[in-house]
């Protein structure tokens, strides 16, 4: 099987975006944690690796992104289940616009609804994996919102569960915005 020149470009691009997407997710869960913002900012542009390199790019980011934040202690490595939820997400998302647009390119609406399937995910799985694994032992993120909860509601479980919800929406939401922004600047380049 002979290599072609276009076959090399598009890798050497699709690992490049990837790079510089995993570069991001780190960078913005460093500041999220080390801001006390009740975000987790580490998928920052997860939807954006997902949009321009696919499903394997988005996973690719997604555990490279968490296994970066593992070995600088900034996550439990279990976790990279909710970071591979959100490139799938987004994946399925992107795949059925583009079957109904196929010229067009990804519009903010598009990426804020993969946001909000990602959230959703990412809200289950967090809270499964935060229960099984650590006993319902919640980060600096969802504690802070979690204890705005609880003194509203008084209910301790279903704070737990609403903040996870609730910043996991928010996180999603900011972070199809960044990466919705890096699509249309790699677009402009390509």
Known sequence: MR???NVVKAFVVNAAVVAVSVGANVCG???????SFPLYLDSVMTFAATALCGLWGGISCAVLS???LFLLGYTSFPFVLCH????????????RYKKRNEKTPYTIEIFLLAGVWSAVSNAVSGNIISSI???????PQITYAMQ????????????????GTL????????SAVVSFAGYKIARAWN
């Not at 869960?29 to 801001?35: E, G, M, P, Q, W």
């Not at 910043?167 to 900011?174: G, P, Q």
């Open 133 to 139: 694994l650590y006993n319902s032992a919640a980060t």
């Open 167 to 174: 910043t996991n929406l928010a996180d999603k939401i900011i």
């Open 84 to 95: 591979i939820l959100t490139a799938v997400f987004a994946h399925i998302t992107l795949r």
């Open 3 to 5: 290599i072609t020149q």
């Open 148 to 163: 705005g909860i609880y003194i509203a509601t008084g209910n301790l479980t279903f704070a737990k569960y609403m903040a």
């Open 66 to 68: 968490n296994l970066a």
């Open 29 to 35: 869960a460093i500041l999220a944690t080390r801001s």
